[in-house]
């Protein structure tokens, strides 16, 4: 079961969580995450991406805070995404020392530039706000180690879509986790730039 073979401070907070059995979708895309493959996850909503999204961020970072610049990043649609996806994140990286940060696009880029250089570990934030974080020097890509995009349906948008090409151009070689409810032709495309040799795993 994939939920035995995680770190012991995710397996403890999933029993106070009262969650011990993991969903189909988990038990298919989890132990294909934890490989290291670039991935395409498919399924519908409330299939249990989020809490797989979590579970395996958090895995590749051991649950504990290293350096200061991200390990693990996650690209969501707006800011609202960023701030449910940050309680989301909180409720299970509470009481690690992982650092977590969400980006609000209504507060000045170089407001976010000062907070993130104080050091984290997991950054969530738009394609459009990270591109301008990059080009502003304002995070350094240098230690990425997992790079997540919740709900991509949003990437056919052009100036997301853009952005993001611009983000992977410049990160260095890590894992993509792709998550969606189905995908789309440009999604697919991502395997020809970053997502080479990607892994697909879904479920109806």
Sequence with gaps: MPFKKLHFEIKEKLESHEISTPTPFQIKSI?????????????????????????????????????TAP??????ESSEKAMELYDAFLAYTRHTTLRLYGCDERQHIELLKSEIFEGVDIL?????????????EGVNTTQLKIF?????????????????????????????????????????????????????????
């Design 124 to 136: 969530i934030c738009t394609p459009i706000t990270m591109n301008k974080l990059l080009l502003l």
């Design 31 to 67: 132990p294909v995450i934890k490989s290291g493959a670039n991935l395409f996850c498919t399924a519908p909503k409330g299939s249990g991406k989020t809490t797989a999204m979590i579970l395996t961020t958090m895995q590749k970072l051991k649950c504990e805070e290293v350096g």
């Design 71 to 76: 390990r693990a990043v996650v690209l969501v």
């Design 148 to 204: 997540n995009i919740d709900d991509a349906e949003f990437l056919v948008d052009k100036k997301s879509y853009a952005a993001l090409m611009a983000i992977t151009q410049s990160a260095p070689k890590c894992q993509y986790v792709l998550y969606s409810e189905k995908l789309h032709p440009i999604l697919k495309r991502f395997e020809d730039y970053f997502m080479q040799y990607a892994k697909k795993v879904s479920t109806k």
